[in-house]
T-cell receptor, first 117, second 111 residues
Framework: DSGVTQTPKHLITATGQRVTLRCSPR?????VYWYQQSLDQGLQFLIQ???????AKGNILERFSAQQFPDLHSELNLSSLELGDSALYFC????????????????FGAGSRLTVL | LAKTTQPISMDSYEGQEVNITCSHN???????ITWYQQFPSQGPRFIIQ???TKVTNEVASLFIPADRKSSTLSLPRVSLSDTAVYYC????????????FGKGTTLSVSS
């Protein structure tokens, strides 16, 4: 158990629907990152939050949005789903502050597998 | 845009030492070099991190030359369970820039 909790583990839905993926970071970590990994593809960076504020943005589609709440958990909202959105969605967390904070150690969750039919 | 370049795949046999090199010509002064391992359908897992010279832990060594434009992950005496994708990640976690993974190296270990 990495300490990063993602729910749900599996989700099957239909095209056009909307889903929400949830991530609870490791205790003490202030930053949350979202990545998408399609079948046999690499990790695509979506977005990063630090202590509730958006910090960096990747090639995240306009149909996708995310936020980080005061308790530091984060949600990734995917709407108007398409077949191509089927993927593993990973959340990672990091401290991103303090001594040697340039060190980029990410702790990943187990992922949420989204299947769009 | 990924800042790193790695071989797409490598093959090895059990018991051999495996060295995976990552090129990162545009590394910035505050960037660290971190390697992750990923098994199918699992999240990547931290292996080792370094800034310069050599770092060793219980599972791997990381060699970084003085110019820091490349790094080499060394896995001693690999086993079948080391078959995985290995990612080299270069960045500064505090800078607020996207931490973008490259395509990774698929290591296949055979008996």
């Amino acid at each position: 158990d990495s300490g990063v909790t993602q729910t749900p583990k599996h989700l099957i839905t239909a095209t056009g629907q909307r889903v929400t993926l949830r991530c609870s970071p490791r205790s003490g970590d202030l930053s949350v990152y979202w990545y998408q990994q399609s079948l046999d593809q690499g990790l695509q960076f979506l977005i990063q939050y630090y202590n509730g504020e958006e910090r960096a943005k990747g090639n995240i589609l306009e149909r996708f949005s995310a936020q980080q709440f005061p308790d530091l958990h984060s949600e990734l909202n995917l709407s108007s789903l398409e077949l191509g959105d089927s993927a593993l969605y990973f959340c990672a967390s990091s401290v991103a502050t303090g001594p040697n904070s340039g060190a980029n150690v990410l702790t990943f969750g187990a992922g949420s597998r989204l299947t769009v039919l | 845009l990924a800042k790193t370049t790695q071989p797409i795949s490598m093959d090895s046999y059990e018991g051999q030492e495996v060295n995976i090199t990552c090129s990162h010509n545009n590394i910035a002064t505050n960037d660290y070099i971190t390697w992750y391992q990923q098994f199918p359908s699992q999240g990547p897992r931290f292996i080792i991190q370094g800034y310069k010279t050599k770092v060793t832990n219980e599972v791997a060594s990381l060699f970084i030359p003085a110019d820091r434009k490349s790094s080499t992950l060394s896995l001693p005496r690999v086993s079948l369970s080391d078959t995985a994708v290995y990612y080299c990640l270069v960045g500064d976690i505090q800078a607020g820039t996207a931490l973008i993974f490259g395509k990774g190296t698929t290591l296949s270990v055979s008996s």
